[in-house]
């Protein structure tokens, strides 16, 4: 590989970063203030306000790294769009990354309030009320779940994303408006996607916004809860926000190229 390849690869994964990054520091940003201040979101205007980071986030990267910003994106196009297969494992290490570092940067610029909100609610790490805390920055099981249910839900709301994102960009079809709306349009895919079908389950189109925030968890005292979810439990639960969507959108991806684009 030559220099000029390398510093190519390098900048697409830069913004590959940022980009991811950004996702999460506008979505967990307003998670945390809904959680620790009196400034208190309903669902609708944080499904909004993630819509828009999404948006934000491909207008920064898309003409740089294509915007994938997500793991199982980048695996679908290199699995049926002939995407460079040099380029998956660093694009994916690049937005697990920019998921994990935002993260400590909206952890400790809350950090003394997140810590007045243990005190109020003697709340102790690792522990299953400590997941109210938690929950801000990743997704975990609601009360009563079953882990079937939350697999195929995953799975199901993938595909359809993956299909309406891939017909929005379809070049091809009359419809469609110029590139520079199409952020748009995602955005907006992702806010009616957490607006309707949010409160089915924690909900996530994408395994990097999840693992980032878990890993940086359970090196912040939460320990094995931060990827099970529950205190007796030893099966990992966040292998269904990785799994999912992977296995969602590039089924999802493969009925779009087989039976819908023509």
Not at 182 to 203: A, K, W
Not at 215 to 241: E, R
Request: glycine share 6%.
């Amino acid at each position: 590989m030559n220099i000029c390849s390398q510093k190519n690869i390098f900048q697409q994964c830069v913004f590959e970063f940022l980009g991811t990054g950004l996702i999460i520091f506008f979505g967990i940003g307003c998670l945390a203030t809904s959680k620790l201040t009196n400034f208190h979101f309903n669902q609708y205007e944080m499904s909004m306000i993630w819509g828009f980071s999404v948006s934000l986030s491909i207008y920064l990267s898309i003409s740089i790294s294509g915007a994938h910003l997500n793991p199982a994106i980048t695996i679908f196009f290199w699995l049926f769009y002939k995407f460079n297969k040099k380029k998956v494992v660093p694009y994916i290490i690049s937005q697990i990354s920019g998921s994990f570092f935002f993260t400590i940067l909206i952890y400790y610029l809350y950090h003394n309030l997140l810590i007045s909100f243990e005190h109020k609610y003697h709340i102790i790490r690792g522990t299953k009320a400590s997941l109210q805390l938690a929950e801000i920055f990743c997704i975990y099981p609601q009360k009563n779940y079953i882990l079937i249910h939350d697999f195929i839900i995953g799975i199901i709301i993938s595909i359809f994303f993956i299909i309406i994102l891939m017909r929005i960009n379809d070049k091809k079809r009359f419809f469609v408006v110029k590139r520079k709306f199409s952020p748009c349009l995602i955005g907006m895919l992702v806010s009616i996607i957490n607006i309707s079908l949010g409160s089915l389950n924690n909900i996530t189109l994408n395994p990097a916004h999840d693992l980032g925030p878990r890993i940086f968890l359970s090196l912040m005292g939460w320990g094995k809860i931060a990827f099970t979810g529950v205190n007796n439990s030893y099966f990992p639960y966040f292998l269904i926000s990785i799994i999912a969507p992977i296995l969602g959108i590039n089924l999802g991806g493969w009925i779009y190229k087989k039976f819908i684009k023509n």
